[in-house]
């Protein structure tokens, strides 16, 4: 067993640095939308009207806006087409709360214009979903078969693993795309002035970086699953 030692896993460091790495991103995203949150935006508009604005001034009419419960729990359903706005949004004036709106206007119009990175992330969520809850038991129940049959199980669980990372992969650029879309509207609809946009930047770029945390976290976990089972020698 070449990496245990005493009952001791030092491939877990790489789940640890995962952990770190989205603790630090998700407290960073936090402390900066909590800071331009107290920004009041020069229009007024609160992220629910701005999100309405966007959306109108894209020619989109079948998309409908819902106030969600929660912090930070805004998102975009391309399904029922709904743009969900959370407590902290929906109501807000802030230049933080207007951004944040923007953004999920920006994935509705992704939606519209068939952005193909977005059409790739919808068409493999299931894919995502089921690798990621099949990944583990194959990859244990594969530990107590002989060694060919156990070997087939075990590839096949990382192979499905490595879905869950090709999803947050495809998300990257989708998300990254989102938020040049809606800084761009917002300065062209006057929205938020120049001096505004900057804060709003600030706040997208710190949320996008929660997103590259968590596929650098998913790149982490796979690759311990390779260094503990890809090469393993079985019985």
């Keep these: 067993m070449p990496y245990y030692y005493y009952g001791f896993d030092p491939t877990y460091f790489l789940v640890i640095i995962g952990a770190v790495i989205c603790m630090i991103a998700s407290a960073r995203v936090k ?3 909590n800071k331009y ?5 020069a229009s007024g508009m609160t992220g629910a009207q701005a999100a309405q604005r966007i959306l109108n001034s894209a020619g989109i009419y079948d998309v409908t806006i819902q106030h969600v ?23 807000s004036t802030s230049v933080a709360a207007v951004g944040v709106a923007a953004h999920e206007c920006g994935h509705a119009i992704q939606h519209q214009n068939s952005y193909f990175p977005l059409t790739l992330r919808t068409a493999i969520v299931p894919a995502a979903n089921l690798g990621s809850t099949l990944a583990w038991p194959l990859i244990l129940i594969g530990l107590f078969f002989t060694r060919n049959t156990g070997a087939v199980l075990i590839n096949l669980g990382i192979i499905c693993f490595s879905f869950a990372v ?30 505004e946009l900057p804060y709003t930047k600030k706040v997208l770029k710190a949320a996008a970086l929660t997103y590259v945390a968590s596929a650098a976290a998913a790149i982490l ?8 089972f890809g090469g393993r020698d079985r019985d």
Excluded at 77 to 89: C, E, G, I, R, W
Excluded at 221 to 228: S, T
Aim: charged residues 15%; proline residues 3%.
């Design 69 to 91: 419960s929660g912090n930070l729990t805004d998102h975009y359903n391309p399904s029922a087409k709904t743009l969900n706005l959370s407590d902290s949004v929906y109501n």
């Design 166 to 195: 090709i999803f947050q992969l495809v998300t990257l650029p989708v998300e990254f795309n989102a938020s040049a879309r809606a800084l761009r509207i917002l300065g062209e609809q006057g929205i938020l002035s120049d001096s």
């Design 221 to 228: 976990q796979l690759l311990r699953l390779v260094l503990l």
């Design 31 to 33: 402390s900066t939308y």
């Design 37 to 41: 949150s107290q920004y009041r935006s």
